[in-house]
């Protein structure tokens, strides 16, 4: 995969607010729109790990919306003025906190006020978690895994996103297998054929694709940072995380 450049691209989808910033005041389509996304992209690996520390899944559910809706309520992020960890490791030291607050609290009600701040597929998500390894490590270094594959999956739903949006959902079909696997000799001419474009147009299209899912995977770590120096720290530990 190319490397990225230090800019982003300029298009107004790639607009980000700051996830340490959700709950301050702002302009509110763009805030409610990152906190969309945000709790859409990550309530898995928070479900995953409330699982993992050993709660069955009605609970988990519970407890994942109660969370999320204190996140935004209390506005817990932005209460961290200085960190010296990556973004995943303060919120799952802040989920932590949240499970042992909320040990003795028995209903839904109690936790999360009857409030449903996230849409959870409990059906994917108990799927997704039965396929999870059997593994004996930590849950905390289990939540890390999990947040560094979300953070790839959210990139590449914007990826999606912008393709579908210039009615290029066809082409994003074709050539998005590209992303994780080189080309071998004929696969473009073939891929060409079925767009009617020329296989050196498709060798073009990914190379843009994949220069584009390396701005958008940086913008996705890059939303949970208040300061931009940390980036290629958090790029860095979110290539290991992956590696692993």
Sequence with gaps: ?????????PSPRFATTRWTLLGNAGEASRRDGAWEHFSRSYWYPVYAFIRRRGHGPDDASDLTQAFFAKLIEQDWLSKVEQRDTRFSTLLVTILKNFLIKSHHRETAQKRGGGERPVSLDMAHAEHWFGQEPVTQEAPEAFFEKRWAHAVMEAALARLRDEFEATGKGKVFEMISPFLSRQAVP????????????????VAVAVYRMRTDFCAMVRHEVAAGLRDDSLLEEEMMALAELLGT
């Design 1 to 9: 995969m190319p490397p990225a450049s230090d800019e982003f691209p």
């Design 186 to 201: 004929g696969d473009y001419d073939a891929v060409g054929e079925q767009l009617g474009i020329h296989g050196r147009s």
